[in-house]
């Protein structure tokens, strides 16, 4: 049997058939078959076919109702986002009142810190791993200097060892240990967008809360591609967003989550608006806030519904198949795909390790940008590079499948 004929059998076999038929795949710009393999779910994942419906019926009820749709609307407006609320939790291990779906990601992360990230005394510091996304260097940078100190000395980009991609637990455990007392805020990324790495959040957020720090993680690539347990794991806070693996769509609205131990501690300070008030006098029209004992306390304006209608649609497939049946089929995929490149002598830094990595396998090459515009031109296999030498393939078990991976393992066989 041909290696491409054995892919074909590992998607006929699988025990979690593909959904790739309940979304819509582009067309592919090269190669012989006529839709894309399409690997950068990690960038902005695809559209579910159920989505323009979700819009069609809330541009409905807009033109049949206008502003009382936001009360007898099909799904009314004006909690819409409740809506999202247990899905979400299910999604990220939390309680219901632990989870909100607001804003995007850098703006949750900036009221997250106006609320944790401290500073007093010698402890002030702020962790994050040295290949964080630029947007959370940027905003904790910007928080260092919001409270009058100097990012240089107050941000601690974590490093991976001489000759390494990727950060071992031990030594981020053994940081802590030796300088957690200096550590106000613990923030780094579940899964590293870079790299691929995932990392053991539960260890780590044991370890920074035992050193008296805050401890919060930015899961733009952990939300909907590996399983989480935030509320068990006692995670201070954390946020993400929610159009790459949970296919929300460009811009898509975000997610956050704040510990119980929190939402129910009314001195904790948070910036405030209207929607962050308890709905039940919301409408009184008070100066005074009344915020809930919720996650709803960090909002700060009403539900964008265009907006969170594709992200619901989503949500509703993920609760539907569920993250370890996702969780498994993703690395078998990134198995598959990792042994194949293994074939080609690609340079791969993602872990090998397939508890220790996301459903991403990150290629170290010369000339990333020119690669992937080959990869799509030629081969229809749609990845992302990242500069300046990282070439990112993210087998999105929603709907790739062994011969998705068999293409791109080919093609980069061919076009290195």
Same mark, same amino acid.
């Given at each position: 049997?041909?290696?491409?004929?054995?892919?074909?059998?590992?998607?006929?076999?699988?025990?979690?058939?593909?959904?790739?038929?309940?979304?819509?795949?582009?067309?592919?710009?090269?190669?012989?078959?006529?839709?894309?393999?399409?690997?950068?779910?990690?960038?902005?994942?695809?559209?579910?076919?159920?989505?323009?419906?979700?819009?069609?019926?809330?541009?409905?009820?807009?033109?049949?109702?206008?502003?009382?749709?936001?009360?007898?609307?099909?799904?009314?407006?004006?909690?819409?986002?409740?809506?999202?609320?247990?899905? *979400?939790? %299910?999604?990220? +291990? !939390?309680?219901?009142?632990?989870?909100? $779906?607001?804003?995007?990601?850098? /703006?949750? =992360?900036? &009221?997250?810190?106006?609320?944790?990230?401290?500073?007093?005394?010698?402890?002030?510091?702020?962790?994050?791993?040295?290949?964080?996304?630029?947007?959370?260097?940027?905003?904790?940078?910007?928080?260092?200097?919001?409270?009058?100190?100097?990012?240089?000395?107050?941000?601690?980009?974590?490093?991976?060892?001489?000759?390494?991609?990727?950060?071992?637990?031990?030594?981020?455990?053994?940081?802590?240990?030796?300088?957690?007392?200096?550590?106000?805020?613990?923030?780094?990324?579940?899964?590293?967008?870079?790299?691929?790495?995932?990392?053991?959040?539960?260890?780590?957020?044991? *370890?920074? %809360?035992?050193? +008296? !720090?805050?401890?919060?993680?930015?899961? $733009?690539?952990?939300?909907?591609? /590996?399983? =989480?347990? &935030?509320?068990?794991?006692?995670?201070?806070?954390?946020?993400?967003?929610?159009?790459?693996?949970?296919?929300?769509?460009?811009?898509?609205?975000?997610?956050?989550?704040?510990?119980?131990?929190?939402?129910?501690?009314?001195?904790?300070?948070?910036?405030?608006?209207?929607?962050?008030?308890?709905?039940?006098?919301?409408?009184?029209?008070?100066?005074?806030?009344?915020?809930?004992?919720?996650?709803?306390?960090?909002?700060?304006?009403?539900?964008?519904?265009?907006?969170?209608?594709?992200?619901?649609?989503?949500?509703?497939?993920?609760?539907?198949?569920?993250?370890?049946?996702?969780?498994?089929?993703?690395?078998?995929?990134?198995?598959?795909?990792?042994?194949?490149?293994?074939?080609?002598?690609?340079?791969?830094?993602?872990?090998?390790?397939?508890?220790?990595?996301?459903?991403?396998?990150?290629?170290?090459?010369?000339?990333?940008?020119?690669?992937?515009?080959?990869?799509?031109?030629?081969?229809?296999?749609?990845?992302?590079?990242?500069?300046?030498?990282?070439?990112?393939?993210?087998?999105?078990?929603?709907?790739?499948?062994?011969?998705?991976?068999?293409?791109?393992?080919?093609?980069?066989?061919?076009?290195?």
């Amino acid at each position: 049997m041909n290696q491409e004929d054995e892919a074909r059998r590992l998607d006929e076999t699988d025990p979690l058939p593909t959904l790739r038929g309940e979304f819509l795949i582009p067309p592919a710009p090269g190669g012989p078959c006529a839709e894309a393999a399409y690997f950068a779910g990690n960038s902005l994942g695809l559209q579910p076919k159920s989505v323009a419906g979700r819009l069609r019926e809330e541009l409905d009820d807009w033109a049949r109702l206008a502003v009382e749709a936001h009360t007898r609307g099909g799904r009314p407006w004006v909690d819409y986002h409740e809506l999202l609320r247990g899905p *979400a939790a %299910r999604l990220v +291990g !939390a309680l219901p009142h632990e989870v909100v $779906a607001m804003n995007s990601l850098t /703006v949750n =992360l900036h &009221l997250m810190m106006a609320s944790f990230y401290r500073p007093a005394g010698t402890r002030t510091r702020i962790v994050i791993e040295d290949a964080a996304f630029p947007s959370d260097s940027y905003a904790v940078a910007s928080q260092a200097v919001h409270h009058g100190l100097d990012p240089a000395g107050t941000v601690v980009r974590l490093r991976p060892r001489d000759g390494e991609h990727t950060l071992h637990t031990e030594d981020v455990l053994a940081f802590l240990d030796r300088e957690g007392g200096t550590v106000a805020l613990v923030l780094l990324g579940g899964v590293n967008y870079l790299t691929g790495q995932l990392m053991d959040m539960a260890a780590i957020t044991k *370890a920074g %809360r035992a050193a +008296g !720090a805050v401890v919060g993680w930015d899961l $733009a690539h952990a939300a909907g591609n /590996v399983p =989480l347990r &935030l509320h068990d794991w006692d995670v201070d806070f954390a946020a993400w967003c929610t159009y790459k693996y949970l296919n929300g769509g460009p811009g898509a609205v975000a997610g956050c989550f704040v510990h119980e131990r929190h939402v129910r501690d009314a001195s904790v300070p948070k910036l405030a608006g209207w929607w962050g008030t308890d709905p039940a006098v919301r409408f009184r029209m008070d100066p005074d806030i009344a915020p809930p004992a919720s996650a709803d306390a960090w909002q700060l304006s009403n539900p964008p519904i265009m907006a969170l209608a594709p992200v619901l649609a989503s949500l509703e497939i993920f609760d539907r198949v569920g993250m370890d049946a996702l969780r498994a089929k993703s690395e078998r995929l990134t198995g598959y795909l990792a042994d194949r490149l293994a074939e080609t002598g690609a340079e791969v830094v993602t872990p090998a390790d397939p508890a220790a990595r996301g459903s991403q396998l990150s290629v170290r090459v010369a000339d990333a940008g020119g690669l992937v515009r080959r990869l799509a031109e030629a081969r229809g296999v749609i990845a992302d590079a990242r500069e300046p030498d990282v070439v990112r393939l993210a087998p999105v078990p929603l709907y790739c499948t062994f011969h998705d991976c068999h293409r791109a393992a080919a093609a980069l066989a061919d076009l290195l």
